[in-house]
């Protein structure tokens, strides 16, 4: 059983910064995607942004040029640091790993992110 813990969330002011971390127990593999969804109040979960082994990312709307991705060469980390936040930001954050050989999926907890006027 792979668990992903997920930390950072919080609370900041419209144009304020977080950086989200997530970290997975074992290694999953060698090839995999890792990276962020997020889902507000009464709408579905959407992609936020995505990294892969090979450093390919994939961002969602509205985020790219605000928020970076990165991970470690062990892929067992990610990291989605936020800039520039805006009240539409506030979400619940979900870590995602997919193993891309199996196409099995791990998801986080969730992180409650807040961004106020």
């Known amino acids: 059983q792979v668990q992903l813990v997920e930390s950072g969330g919080g609370s900041v002011r419209a144009g304020g910064s977080l950086r989200l971390s997530c970290a997975a127990s074992?290694?999953?593999?060698?090839?995999?995607?890792m990276g962020w969804y997020r889902q507000a109040p009464g709408k579905q979960r959407d992609v936020v942004a995505l990294v892969s082994s090979t450093g390919d990312t994939h961002f969602g709307d509205g985020v790219e040029g605000r928020f970076t991705i990165s991970r470690d060469n062990t892929g067992t980390t990610v990291h989605l640091q936020m800039n520039n936040l805006k009240p539409e930001d506030t979400a619940v954050y979900y870590c995602?790993?997919?193993?891309?050989?199996?196409?099995?999926?791990?998801w986080g907890q969730g992180t409650q992110v807040t961004v106020s006027l």
């Open positions: 074992r290694i999953i593999s060698a090839h995999n995607v």
């Open positions: 995602y790993i997919i193993d891309a050989t199996t196409m099995a999926k791990y």
